[in-house]
């Protein structure tokens, strides 16, 4: 079954420092996978998404997440943040065929200070 | 630019009660799918729906919730008889295709009371 880990539930960081969101996937075929962010009282927005092909992928708002297979990792980086991004950030996986729903991790929330 | 919409976004309900979650879709979307988040806890699939059916379920969504699309426009989520565990943020979501980026709308918070 898919499953989808994201170990830090709290991350701080100071406006202007570098981010990365942890994101560690189970699934036996090739994996889709995906970022969204839910600011408070929104909903889910999309970041970024892999499919195939490079493993570094760009996104919305200066993201970017980097698809490891050997770790089974996708996690996710701004290299620089801005007070703008602190909000509550998703991966999720989803199946290569068939109409298969995507899984969530439990996110991670972002802490942005001055 | 298009967005899914959702009503009420919020609802506060007896235990008990029938409860109806409205979603509209983008229009020329294909797939549906409700989603749901208890305060505090990751999101969690409830149903998807493809060319008038439930395509797939998970277990979470049993006998007490039904989904509908009644008018080729409006996808409902219904709760028979609302318990105090079915308070939760629920998602409705639309995609264009298979695998297609799947929109979110902005929830509707609903308390059982």
């Known amino acids: 079954a898919q499953s989808v880990t994201q170990p830090d539930i709290h991350i701080t960081v100071s406006e202007g420092a570098s981010l990365e969101l942890r994101c560690n996937y189970s699934y036996g075929a090739t994996p889709y996978l995906f970022w969204y962010v839910q600011s408070p009282g929104q909903g889910l927005q999309l970041l970024l998404k892999y499919f195939s092909g490079d493993t570094l992928v760009q996104g919305i708002k200066g993201f970017e997440a980097e698809f490891k297979r050997s770790q089974s990792s996708f996690n996710l980086r701004k290299p620089s943040v801005h007070w703008s991004d602190a909000a509550e950030y998703f991966c999720a996986v989803g199946a290569s065929s068939g109409n298969t729903p995507l899984v969530f991790g439990k996110g991670t929330r972002l802490s942005v200070i001055a | 630019e298009p967005e899914v919409t959702q009503t009420p976004s919020h609802q506060v309900t007896q235990m008990g009660q029938e409860v109806i979650l409205r979603c509209v879709p983008i229009s020329n979307h294909l797939y549906f799918y409700w989603y749901r988040q208890i305060l505090g806890q990751k999101v969690e699939f409830l149903v998807s729906?493809?060319?008038?059916?439930?395509?797939?379920k998970s277990e979470i969504f049993d006998d007490q919730f039904s989904v509908e699309r009644p008018d080729g426009s409006n996808f409902t989520l219904k709760i028979r008889s609302t318990k105090l565990e079915d308070s939760a943020m629920y998602f409705c979501?639309?995609?264009?295709?298979?695998?297609?980026?799947?929109?979110f709308g902005q929830g509707t918070r609903l308390t059982v009371v």
């Open positions: 979501a639309s995609s264009a295709g298979f695998m297609a980026e799947a929109f």
């Open positions: 729906f493809y060319n008038n059916e439930i395509s797939e």
